[in-house]
């Protein structure tokens, strides 16, 4: 079982390999792996994990565009930065920005030890950003049986990276505009939807009052029957 909280801290260092590493030396046949109310993070991690459960090259992104480098709003941005340095970009025939040197850009490479088994995750309303990334990946592979609840991103993509806040003049209001648009490399998802779930649990108030996991109790339930 692997539980991720946050795509950052402790995930950002060793924390996957080892666990792979773990996974590989117990010969473990099914992985559950829950990203229940995961808001997100850093967008290489989400690929890193993704990594461990695919064994061929593999593209995450299929773009990432900024309209512009600089916007008419960049002079309220609180402490500067409201401007795309050239260097991280390159300007295509439609006069847009692609974000090149991203580490998701690309054809990406499987990690090593590779997990060849069975993948349950669990999910909900609280999976979205770079989590639903993943999970978007990760289903449009057919690599998962997806249990809980819709979760809260889009299946092809969303806008962020990039959010400077801008602090209206007038009124001192603080906004977090994002500048870019995410495209993920996937298929087969409802355009107008997020990742849906295989086995649809919802808990109950009862199950939150009393403390109960339906969910991970129905994961378990399927990973010991071996029927996913």
């Known amino acids: 079982m692997?539980?991720?909280r946050q795509f950052s801290g402790s995930a950002g260092?060793?924390?996957?390999?080892e666990s792979f590493e773990q996974i590989q030396k117990q010969k473990s046949e099914i992985l559950i792996i829950d990203v229940r109310n995961n808001s997100g993070g850093a967008d290489e991690l989400g690929k890193k994990l993704l990594s461990f459960l695919v064994d061929q090259p593999f593209r995450y992104y299929d773009d990432l565009v900024l309209n512009a480098r600089e916007f008419s709003f960049s002079r309220y941005?609180?402490?500067?930065g409201g401007v795309i340095p050239a260097s991280v970009v390159q300007r295509g025939t439609d006069g847009k920005f692609d974000n090149t040197q991203h580490p998701n850009w690309g054809i990406?490479?499987?990690s090593q030890p590779y997990f060849a088994g069975q993948v349950l995750a669990l999910m909900n309303g609280g999976s979205f950003s770079t989590t639903c990334e993943f999970l978007s990946n990760l289903h449009s592979r057919k690599r998962a049986t997806f249990l809980g609840e819709e979760a809260a991103g889009g299946y092809y993509g969303n806008t962020s990276g990039r959010m400077p806040t801008v602090v209206l003049p007038n009124s001192g209001v603080a906004v977090r505009v994002p500048l870019q648009t995410y495209y993920l490399?996937?298929?087969?998802?409802?355009p107008r939807r997020s990742i849906l779930p295989d086995v649809e649990v919802k808990p109950a108030l009862r199950d939150l009052m009393a403390g109960s996991d339906p969910v991970m109790g129905k994961a378990l339930e399927l990973a010991r029957a071996?029927?996913?």
Do not use: S
């Not at 260092?13 to 390999?17: E, I, L, S």
């Open 13 to 17: 260092g060793r924390f996957f390999d």
């Open 185 to 190: 490399a996937v298929k087969g998802g409802d």
């Open 226 to 228: 071996g029927k996913h």
């Open 77 to 80: 941005v609180e402490g500067g």
């Open 108 to 110: 990406q490479h499987p």
């Open 2 to 4: 692997l539980t991720i």
